[in-house]
């Protein structure tokens, strides 16, 4: 007996001292997004320096944090990315939250992981227009950068590499655990609302858990857009083509996830839905056949606003200071 009340007592004070690390309880075809600690915290810091330091861009004002906005919900809810010289991208910036629970990165998924892919908008034209050899002299000639990397690579020779997996790293820490939905997941009957119930339930009902599954909701595959319907848009972007130039690849792009979704407007690659309502009407009709009622779309994007977690509390980065080598900005150049 005494056993037994101390097992019970000892189960409750785990429970009432960590709620958000409850298991999933229901068999779901969407599970709960796990917290990321990472056993890196100096690469973590250093990622997050890079992060919001625009001295990565060749004008010196752009960092990955002008498109990938931490403070709204990873991106810049723009249609599409403005970046060097105010060049508008093809393409609409996805969210960097939890981009770690995808198969791939990019709308095409050109680049394998998050340590591939940061390389991408350095250099990139319309993005920070930066050589990868400019960008390793300009982190070379920044005192604070080459001491951190010393510290954590035991070199003081920086390369691409030290400051793609520093960037990457930090990523992995930017999960957004324990939303409504997840804690419903764990088994809080009251986490979401009746109608947010009934649009889960559509939602794996008509099918859009066929695409959208998985800790992230999507991320885990490249589908067509416009299966049943074609998908009119004025971007160049090709999806998968333009990587494999396969041609049933055509139009096929990675599935996006749909997390913190209600925050990541406008939707699609091009960016041409402005609203969630808008997006789920023509993923119906395009992906399903399916003319949704208003009382189905009300309750399909109540289930999607479910699915807004907790984003990671962080505190800016004070970034090193340049040194006498270090290019100052210039957002003409
Ligand atoms: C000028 C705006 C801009 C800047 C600056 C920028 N990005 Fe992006 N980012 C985008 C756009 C647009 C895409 C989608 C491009 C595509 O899929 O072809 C993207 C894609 C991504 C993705 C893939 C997400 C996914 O779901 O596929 C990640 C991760 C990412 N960026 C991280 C970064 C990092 C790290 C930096 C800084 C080194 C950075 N970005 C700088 C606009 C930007
Ligand atoms: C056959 C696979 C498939 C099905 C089924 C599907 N989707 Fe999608 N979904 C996609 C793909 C692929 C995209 C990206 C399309 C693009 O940007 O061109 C997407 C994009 C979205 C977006 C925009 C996300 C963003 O960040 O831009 C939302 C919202 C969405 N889907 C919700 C739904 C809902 C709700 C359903 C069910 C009514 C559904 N999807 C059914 C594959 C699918």
Redesign the pocket.
Known sequence: MKVFSAIAVGAISIAVLTPTYAEQVRHEPVQVIQPYISEEPAKVELGKQLFFDPRLSMSGIISCNTCHNLSYGGTDNLKTSIGHKWQAGPV?S??VFNSSLQIAQF?DGRAVDLQEQAAGPIAANVEMAMPHSLAVDVIQSIPGYREQIAAIYGTDQVTLDHITDAIAEFEKTLVTPNSPFDQWLKGDDNAITAQQLAGYEL?KS???V???FGEAL?GKS????G?VQP?E?DSPAQ?RFDVTGNEMDRF???????RN?AL?YP????GA?ET?EE??QV??QL??G?N?TEDELAS?VAF?ESLTGERPELTLPFLPESGPDTPRPDPFK
């Open positions: 609409n996805p969210t709308w939602f008509v099918g859009c066929s695409c959208h999507g490249f589908m067509k857009m299966l998908y848009s999806g096929t792009f990675k599935v996006p996830t749909l979704v990541t939707y699609f690659h091009d839905a969630l997006a789920t993923m119906g992906q399903l399916r949704f399909l999607m």
